[in-house]
């Protein structure tokens, strides 16, 4: 992998976007290939299927120029899962087969998140070099510093804001322009946010807030207006807790565009004839949404609020890109780096563990709204 990567550097631009693409494309060909034989019957295909599992994930691992004994690892998974699922072809081992294929994903689960989550939970009832037990200490220190409180509030501030803001946004905009001329170009206007990175956004919105001197020219937009108004400069991101306002504009500014899609397809999905029968009735428009739109589009907004909150407690990538947490506009992912990179180990995981409890209530209570919505169902 590595020599071809070298290889394809040596290549001019133009020259490596082909064989890119060639390369992207005889993988999905195969795949599709593969995919297309997998549920025949014979033994051509029984040992097409047994070279496939055995050959894609050595191949896979010896690409990424692995050790020997994971190659030969992957393979023999291979050969091991691809003995299961012939098994249970043959309606023998349907307990072995899922319980076969469920352990990778198994495996990766406890690797990725639950291991994790139980080191950072016993991380921060210890010490900044992780060798003795303070119990409390570390919450304490948080909680008693203003500028944890302030880390803390923000964050709070984000997910009582952001989640509100762009729903009602993103529901005003997708009634407002429902079956109208141009629905498709005024939606993708406001999706295309979403195509940037967080990132991104925040670099924009940093050139938009940008202030200079009054007696120079403004490089910022919102100072730009604001100076041939007769205004002076403000400084969008360094006064408080405006500035604070100001970042959350951005995630607002990204995520109505998210809202506006899922609740447009919910309206549409609304029966046509509820809403006739109450038009019959003399329900006005505010009526006929309220009393039957809203109710039909209600899992749909449970849903997006609760994603956008999620996504509002965990924001740290506008934070860092442009402020930094500078000026009281810290949150808790945000602050919760800044301690590990102050190897303060102890502090940055109980900031971990204090974002891991504001979001499971969320993550709780979507998950149960889309049990009842089954059981509706």
């Known amino acids: 992998m590595t020599t071809f990567l070298q290889w394809l550097s040596t290549l001019p631009t133009l020259a490596q976007i082909p064989i890119i693409i060639g390369v992207f494309g005889a993988v999905v060909l195969l795949l599709l290939f593969l995919i297309e034989l997998a549920p025949r019957r014979g033994r051509k295909y029984t040992i097409i299927r047994a070279v496939a599992c055995v050959l894609f994930p050595l191949l896979m691992v010896a690409i990424l120029d692995s050790y020997t004994w994971a190659i030969v690892a992957a393979g023999f998974l291979g050969l091991?899962?691809?003995?299961?699922?012939?098994?249970?072809?043959?309606?023998?081992?349907?307990?072995?087969?899922?319980?076969?294929?469920?352990?990778?994903?198994?495996?990766?689960?406890?690797?990725?998140?639950?291991?994790?989550?139980?080191?950072?939970t016993v991380q921060s009832f210890m010490n900044s070099r992780g060798t003795e037990f303070v119990g409390l200490e570390n919450f304490i220190w948080i909680f008693t510093q203003p500028a944890g409180i302030r880390t803390v509030l923000n964050t709070v501030l984000w997910v009582l804001i952001a989640p509100a803001v762009s729903t009602i946004a993103g529901m005003a905009y997708a009634v407002f322009i429902d079956k109208s001329r141009g629905e498709k170009f005024f939606k993708i206007l406001v999706f295309m946010p979403m195509a940037i990175s967080f990132v991104g956004a925040s670099i924009i919105w940093r050139f938009v807030y940008t202030a200079r001197p009054a007696d120079s020219d403004q490089i910022g937009l919102l100072n730009q207006v604001i100076v041939w108004a007769g205004g002076e400069p403000v400084q969008f991101l360094q006064e408080s807790p405006w500035n604070t306002v100001a970042l959350i504009a951005v995630l607002i500014w990204v995520q109505t565009g998210f809202a506006m899609v899922i609740l447009s397809a919910a309206i549409k999905g609304v029966p046509i004839e509820q809403l006739e029968a109450a038009e019959l009735d003399g329900a006005s428009a505010w009526q006929r949404f309220a009393n039957v739109t809203l109710p039909g589009i209600r899992s749909s907004l449970v849903v997006v609020l609760t994603t956008i909150s999620i996504a509002s407690l965990k924001v740290f990538d506008i934070v860092r890109t442009m402020t930094a947490g500078a000026n009281d506009t810290s949150v808790i992912a945000n602050e919760m780096y800044t301690q590990f990179r102050n190897f303060e180990a102890g502090r940055s995981a109980a900031f971990a563990l204090i974002l891991f409890l504001m979001v499971m209530p969320i993550v709780i209570y979507n998950a149960r709204q889309i049990k009842m919505q089954r059981e509706l169902r």
Not at 94 to 104: E, H, T
């Open 80 to 120: 091991l899962l691809f003995w299961l699922d012939y098994r249970s072809r043959h309606g023998a081992g349907y307990i072995f087969a899922l319980v076969g294929f469920l352990s990778p994903a198994l495996l990766l689960l406890a690797a990725g998140l639950v291991i994790p989550t139980i080191q950072t």
